[in-house]
Structure formats: structure tokens, C-alpha cells
């Protein structure tokens, strides 16, 4: 899928350069933050499809982080990574509007599926909203 924005927020900086990486080889354009407030500021500025997102992070956490990106910017999708299976967290991300949880270290080839199937849903929810805004009152 061309034109993927995608916004990598890990606080493991060797994870996020090898992903990073792997993703921009595959045409995917990323940018890296190292936290959920540096993630929060990027979305305010720039325009992302889908935030990959890491659970576990010093500062504000991965469903901090989830829940503050679908009330302030519904139609980005967004994809939680974790180190730790854990059922109760994958349920409350589900819950909580996430579009995938997927377990570290993810198979590159199922995460850069994931993000294309997730782009392809923010873009036609930014297709449906520039619909709506458009639309005389």
C-alpha cells in the first residue's frame, strides 16, 4: 500500500531502528518516539494512519496512550505491541479501540500486514470524515 504514515512509539530505541528499518523497506513511512508524550506531540502536528505502540513504557503507558489517540484522533488505527501475553490487557486495548495487539518480537511479515490492513481502515475513516465535512449544512 503506498503512502502509509506510520508512528513507531517505543521506549526500546534498538527495537524501533531495527523496525523502522525493516518497515521502510517495505515503503512504509515511519517516524520514531521514544514515549506517549512525544507520540501525542507528533499527532498534533503531523498526520499518521496507524501508531504501533508499545505497552510497557516509562511515563505514560501504552493504554494511556491508546485512549487519549481515539478521543483526540479517532480515525488513526492503531497496533499495541507487548513483550507479555497477557489476555487481560489484549481485552481492554480490544475494548478500547485498538485495531490489533500483537505479542514482541512481532513476525515483521504479519506486523507490516497488520499496518496495511490498518491504513487501508484509517484512510477510508479520513475518506468518510473529508465526506462529511464536506457536505453543505
Same mark, same amino acid.
Given at each position: +500500500? &503506498?503512502?502509509? !504514515? @506510520? $508512528?513507531? *512509539?517505543?521506549?526500546?530505541?534498538?527495537?524501533?531502528?531495527?523496525?523502522?528499518?525493516?518497515?521502510?523497506?517495505?515503503?512504509?513511512?515511519?517516524?520514531?518516539?521514544?514515549?506517549?508524550?512525544?507520540?501525542?506531540?507528533?499527532?498534533?502536528?503531523?498526520?499518521?494512519?496507524?501508531?504501533?505502540?508499545?505497552?510497557?513504557?516509562?511515563? +505514560? &503507558?501504552?493504554? !494511556? @496512550? $491508546?485512549? *487519549?489517540?481515539?478521543?483526540?484522533?479517532?480515525?488513526?488505527?492503531?497496533?499495541?505491541?507487548?513483550?507479555?501475553?497477557?489476555?487481560?490487557?489484549?481485552?481492554?486495548?480490544?475494548?478500547?479501540?485498538?485495531?490489533?495487539?500483537?505479542?514482541?518480537?512481532?513476525?515483521?511479515?504479519?506486523?507490516?500486514?497488520?499496518?496495511?490492513?490498518?491504513?487501508?481502515?484509517?484512510?477510508?475513516?479520513?475518506?468518510?470524515?473529508?465526506?462529511?465535512?464536506?457536505?453543505?449544512?
Amino acid at each position: +500500500m &503506498n503512502n502509509v !504514515q @506510520v $508512528l513507531l *512509539v517505543d521506549d526500546e530505541e534498538g527495537f524501533s531502528s531495527v523496525l523502522s528499518k525493516r518497515l521502510s523497506k517495505r515503503k512504509i513511512n515511519v517516524r520514531i518516539a521514544t514515549g506517549g508524550e512525544m507520540a501525542l506531540q507528533l499527532l498534533s502536528t503531523e498526520q499518521f494512519h496507524v501508531v504501533v505502540l508499545d505497552v510497557k513504557m516509562p511515563g +505514560m &503507558n501504552g493504554m !494511556q @496512550v $491508546l485512549k *487519549v489517540i481515539k478521543q483526540r484522533y479517532p480515525q488513526v488505527e492503531v497496533i499495541l505491541l507487548t513483550g507479555h501475553a497477557d489476555m487481560d490487557n489484549a481485552l481492554e486495548s480490544m475494548t478500547a479501540g485498538a485495531f490489533d495487539f500483537l505479542l514482541k518480537p512481532a513476525n515483521t511479515e504479519i506486523l507490516i500486514y497488520r499496518i496495511n490492513d490498518a491504513a487501508k481502515a484509517a484512510k477510508m475513516k479520513m475518506s468518510c470524515r473529508e465526506t462529511e465535512l464536506a457536505r453543505p449544512a
